[in-house]
């Protein structure tokens, strides 16, 4: 069974960067082939779709945040980070990572996703 847990640093200061870790276990045979995505959903308001990277190490990106951040993974541990640079109180959200079959590019429904996170909350405030 593929579990996916976020981490993060709870707080951060505006202007700061915020890393994101995904931790992935689990995966082996058919899902190490999955597309593995973040997801955000700021406080009242729906999930954003942040970004997607492939099982090949390809990346794509919400058109909005394309400037401020990018994914990165580590096979070795596992893991797939998110860094979001300069971030902003509007940055404020529960963080997900997600994972699915095929790439699914702006996806928000979780039901399009084999996986998916319990969440870490992130707050943006000096």
């Known amino acids: 069974q593929v579990q996916l847990q976020e981490s993060g640093p709870g707080l951060v200061k505006p202007s700061q960067t915020l890393f994101l870790t995904c931790t992935v276990s689990?995966?082996?045979?058919?899902?190490?082939?999955?597309?593995w995505a973040w997801i955000r959903q700021p406080p009242g308001k729906g999930l954003e779709w942040m970004g997607v990277?492939?099982?090949?190490?390809?990346?794509y990106y919400s058109p909005s945040l394309k400037s401020r951040t990018s994914i990165h993974r580590d096979t070795s541990k596992n893991q797939f980070t998110l860094p979001l640079l300069s971030v902003t109180p509007e940055d404020t959200a529960v963080y997900y990572c997600a994972s699915s079959k095929t790439l699914i590019l702006g996806a928000t429904d979780k039901n399009l996703y084999a996986y998916w996170g319990q969440g870490t909350q992130v707050t943006v405030s000096s």
């Open positions: 990277i492939s099982y090949t190490g390809s990346t």
């Open positions: 689990g995966a082996s045979g058919p899902t190490a082939f999955y597309y």
